[in-house]
């Protein structure tokens, strides 16, 4: 490597850095006691990183097996388990023990890495360096992903353009390293991020059938062998990783639902940074940022930037498609003509007509569309329409939820479940005759609890539940006939689709096969050019992160690693990598334009303006970690034993997160848990604790073996307290007081005679 160009990555670190500790601020000058937000998540990342840093030196083989949701195994796999960034967050954890200081460390470093990785690069396909040095501005500091500084699962996505530099070398000279150093950033970034795991799967798809479509030569025979043993060794521990997550889903029977495919079209313009509020303020009256979900523009000068690069690309293949070719180059306007031909696209013509009709014809019967969905302002979910039966008879339903389920059929409460009524059953009958009838479902879906299943069996099989499903269910009245004909037309359309696509494909797999060399000489200079392939990356994600009803989540969503995605939006963390590039081209393509004395002065200027434009400081959240005297005095205690903490409030993450923390204090187990998975038997457990002290909240938490039971006084409010030490005061038979100071108390428990096994 050349000494100016290593003298380049310097100034990108030393801008990248500089943009971090202005853009963060005063986060970046105090990261020891200042945190982005807390909130339960924010907690959640400090204690991962210290459960990770833990483990490293205690069990490391056994890391997944984390202290937290007692009795459960593989806990850790409840949620991200961030390990690749806990090797960098865990000399600053044994050395200060400051989970604060460490999750901050994390994500600022994952700002300038992010900044260096896209410079890198723009740098392998073709940008120079001052283009370079914006696409690493763009990807490190626009809000799509510096915003996502909290979220260090989103924020840690560094090693994305690493790994795709790694590739780009690897099909442009052949060499191995370059390809195992593709592999080795590839693992770093499954380890660090589940999810952005998955962009780098989208990404090295998007990028290998972009240049195997113009005339990559496949070379297997060679591929595999440059993967060789060391290739699989860099990809074992990828694979490792992925084990517990997927024995976790298929034990708890996890699926993902369409629930989070939920992504307005005012989150695409929606951004908290000051210049874009401004000028949202000039063009409309409307709270477009109080509409969004996320944080998804990326600024106005890198889609300007962006425009450009389109701009010129398109422009360039103009040209290209005017110069002469020789006669035996691609005939695209005779291809029709040719017998191989015919098939397929008579195929595709008639497949596309019929996805046309099918399309149209489910816009006019406006059947088996679902219920309408609305959130309200107490958390819960209202969902409303209609229900359509095809006979009639005794309907019995059942209905599960986390916190509050209610099922009303024609203006009839037919289920009640609610925390009012926490024993009411969650099954219910009503006769209903052959047609439609009006639906109201409410529920409470907490995060971390499995979602909504709404079952329905007839009378003569109520043994037999099964899920309602989609095509019975619509936004207005409707007779069954017309919902059994819209699901008849939904199979068809969807059939039509698939063979479209399979036509496609064919009619494409035929045309190269036919003209592979000229193909293939045609598209070299395409395969190059970046312009057309992030492009092509860039749309992807945006369809993927677009809502209903054109989004492409609704398709993949189901998929092995996208159903471990919990928003569709996310997508654009990854569409934000494309802009970047395609801004940096367009840099390129308008600085051309300027003498080469003046574009530097140029870069500078549109560096100044991103950072303008992308600051939305002060993030100033004061953060003092400190753990109570009571887990203190429990870590003294001989070893091993079960943590319970209280209050619980129903299981709010707040409180569960608070716990997770304490627990740094002795690393034994707990009951306390949070992530994207709640266990049932710890749903229904948080619940029985907002009622502690009393029987069935004592008998459950003996018979988990909890030890220890760390009471806050100085939490519940000073009314609620005089209750709850009355009824410690009945429970003497089953608790008894081991530690006491002005706000806590340790109890240690007994097992009772009476007490009952909870399964």
């Not at 040719?338 to 046309?356: K, N």
């Not at 018979?703 to 409010?717: E, F, K, Q, R, S």
């Not at 008894?736 to 007490?755: G, H, I, M, P, Q």
């Amino acid at each position: 490597m050349s000494s100016a160009r290593v003298a380049g990555k310097w100034r990108a670190v030393a801008l990248y850095t500089f943009l971090t500790l202005l853009l963060a601020y005063p986060l970046s000058l105090r990261p020891d006691r200042i945190a982005w937000a807390n909130d339960p998540d924010g907690q959640l990342v400090m204690w991962l990183l210290a459960w990770d840093s833990h483990a490293f030196i205690t069990n490391p083989l056994s890391i997944f097996d984390a202290n937290t949701f007692y009795p459960e195994r593989r806990t850790l796999a409840y949620q991200e388990n961030l390990i690749g960034s806990a090797f960098f967050a865990a000399p600053i954890l044994w050395i200060t023990g400051n989970p604060v200081l460490a999750a901050n460390f994390v994500s600022l470093l994952a700002c300038v890495l992010c900044g260096l990785g896209a410079y890198v690069l723009a740098r392998r396909v073709g940008i120079g360096e001052t283009g370079a040095l914006l696409s690493g501005v763009v990807f490190a500091f626009s809000p799509p992903r510096f915003l996502r500084f909290p979220q260090t699962h989103l924020a840690v996505v560094q090693w994305i353009p690493f790994t795709l530099a790694s590739l780009h070398s690897y099909l442009e000279s052949g060499q191995r390293r370059d390809l195992l150093l593709a592999l080795a950033f590839f693992t770093l970034q499954v380890m660090s991020s589940g999810h952005a795991g998955v962009f780098l799967v989208v990404a090295i798809a998007v990028m290998l059938s972009y240049r195997a479509v113009l005339g990559e030569p496949l070379l297997l025979a060679k591929r595999v062998r440059d993967v060789g043993v060391a290739g699989v060794l860099l990809l074992v521990p990828a694979v490792l990783f992925m084990v517990p997550y997927r024995i976790n889903q298929t034990e708890m029977g996890l699926r993902r639902s369409l629930g989070s495919w939920d992504t307005p079209l005012e989150s695409f313009f929606a951004s908290p940074t000051r210049v874009v509020m401004f000028i949202q303020s000039m063009i409309t009256d409307r709270n477009i940022n109080g509409a969004a979900t996320a944080w998804l523009f990326p600024g106005f000068l890198p889609l300007a930037l962006t425009l450009a690069a389109i701009l010129g690309g398109a422009t360039a293949i103009l040209r290209t498609r005017a110069r002469p070719r020789p006669a035996e180059a691609i005939r695209l306007h005779a291809v029709a003509s040719e017998r191989a031909y015919r098939l397929p696209i008579g195929m595709f013509a008639l497949t596309a007509v019929a996805w046309l009709l099918t399309s149209a014809s489910l816009i006019v019967l406006k059947a088996g569309d679902g219920l309408a969905s609305e959130s309200v302002a107490d958390g819960s979910v209202v969902r409303t329409g209609f229900i359509t039966v095809g006979e009639t008879g005794l309907y019995n339903f059942g209905m599960t939820a986390d916190e509050l389920s209610r099922l009303t059929i024609d203006n009839l409460t037919i289920i009640d479940h609610g925390r009012l009524r926490p024993d009411a059953p969650r099954t219910g009958s009503i006769p209903l005759e052959a047609g439609s009838h009006r639906v109201l479902v409410e529920s409470m879906d907490r995060r971390g609890s499995p979602p909504l299943q709404w079952t329905w069996a007839l009378g003569r099989d109520n043994e037999d539940y099964r899920i309602v499903p989609q095509w019975v269910l619509s936004r207005r009245p409707v007779s069954h006939s017309t919902a059994v004909t819209a699901r008849l037309v939904a199979g068809l359309r969807l059939t039509s689709l698939i063979a479209s696509a399979a036509a496609a494909l064919w009619g494409s797999w035929i045309f190269i096969l036919s003209r592979r060399d000229a193909w293939t000489a045609w598209g070299a200079p395409f395969r190059s050019d970046p312009t057309a392939l992030y492009f092509l990356l860039t749309a992807a994600s945006v369809a993927l992160a677009l809502g209903p009803p054109y989004g492409l989540w609704q398709y993949v969503y189901w998929l092995p690693g996208f159903n471990f995605i919990r928003g569709s939006s996310r997508f654009m963390v990854l569409g934000l990598l494309g802009i970047a590039i395609l801004a940096g081209i367009g840099f390129e393509r308008l600085a051309a334009l300027l003498k080469p004395g003046k574009r530097t002065v140029a870069a500078g200027i549109a560096v100044a303006l991103m950072a303008a434009e992308f600051a939305a400081q002060p993030f100033s959240t004061p953060y003092q970690f400190e753990i109570p005297a009571a887990d203190r005095w429990v870590a003294q205690q001989p070893k091993p034993f079960v943590v319970a903490e209280l209050p619980s409030a129903g299981g709010y993450e707040r409180f569960q997160t608070m716990y997770m923390l304490h627990s740094m204090a002795h690393w034994q187990k707990t009951i306390h848990g949070y992530g994207g998975i709640r266990p049932y038997v710890h749903s229904v457990l948080y619940e029985e604790l907002d009622r502690f002290p009393d029987g069935r909240s004592l008998d459950h938490l003996t018979a988990l073996g909890v030890t220890y039971l760390i009471i806050h006084t100085d939490m519940y409010p000073p009314e609620q307290w005089a209750g709850v030490s009355d009824r410690l005061a009945s429970f003497a038979d089953q608790l008894t007081l081991e530690y006491s100071d002005s706000v806590s108390k340790v109890y240690t428990l007994r097992r009772s005679r009476f007490a009952t096994r909870f399964e």
